[in-house]
């Protein structure tokens, strides 16, 4: 069983950045995948952002709303995936929540395991 825990949500204001921390805390995740997503109420899992552990450098993915402005990364001595959001945008405003699997990136359903979620609001 692997457990994941997200951190560095917070209230931001428009333009402002926030770094979001997703670490194993339980258990050793070598899914072939990590990935970032969001939710807002009453919507589906968006896709956000997913490292491909392919080689040590990993193949970044970002859905078109966010590239350019967040940055998906990680410490394997930590153990851990971080995504830096630059530039927030009110319409950021979700929960965050990462994931693990070994599917396909950008589908939600193909993750095995998720954080427990983290609230980004951006508001003035």
């Known amino acids: 069983q692997v457990e994941l825990v997200e951190s560095g949500g917070g209230l931001v204001q428009p333009g402002e950045s926030l770094r979001l921390s997703c670490a194993v805390s339980?258990?050793?995740?070598?899914?072939?995948?990590r990935g970032w997503f969001r939710q807002t109420p009453g919507k589906e899992r968006e896709f956000v952002a997913a490292?491909?552990?392919?080689?040590?450098?990993?193949?970044?993915f970002y859905a078109d709303s966010v590239k350019g402005r967040f940055t998906i990364s990680r410490d394997d001595d930590q153990n851990t995936v971080y995504l830096q959001m630059n530039n927030l945008k009110p319409e950021d405003t979700a929960v965050y929540y990462c994931?693990?699997?070994?599917?396909?990136?950008?589908?939600?359903?193909?993750?095995?395991?998720w954080g427990q979620g983290t609230q980004v609001t951006v508001s003035s």
């Open positions: 994931g693990a699997g070994d599917g396909n990136y950008h589908r939600p359903n193909e993750y095995d395991y």
């Open positions: 339980r258990g050793s995740s070598r899914h072939y995948v």
């Open positions: 490292l491909i552990f392919v080689t040590t450098e990993g193949s970044p």
